[in-house]
């Protein structure tokens, strides 16, 4: 059993896709310098991301279906 609750998956993960999508947009307006470094950072954050939302979504159907029986 996993010492984080589901919830807080769900939390860092929309932060991580948050992020994910934010830092390319700065790049884009010039506000933030484009390298390789930080469109891979972006990159892995909205991976990381989306795969902490998957591990949230098995976590909630596991509480639910444990509610059940």
Do not use: D, Q
């Not at 484009?34 to 998957?54: E, Q, T």
Request: hydrophobic share 60%; aromatic share 16%.
């Amino acid at each position: 059993m996993s010492r984080f609750r589901p919830s807080a998956f769900l939390v860092v993960g929309f932060a991580l896709v948050f992020s994910g999508v934010a830092i390319p947009f700065l790049t884009i307006t010039k506000a933030i310098p484009a390298n390789f470094f930080v469109l891979f950072a972006s990159y892995l954050a909205s991976l990381i991301g989306v795969i902490l939302g998957l591990l949230w979504a098995a976590g909630y159907v596991r509480e639910h279906r444990n509610r059940e029986k």
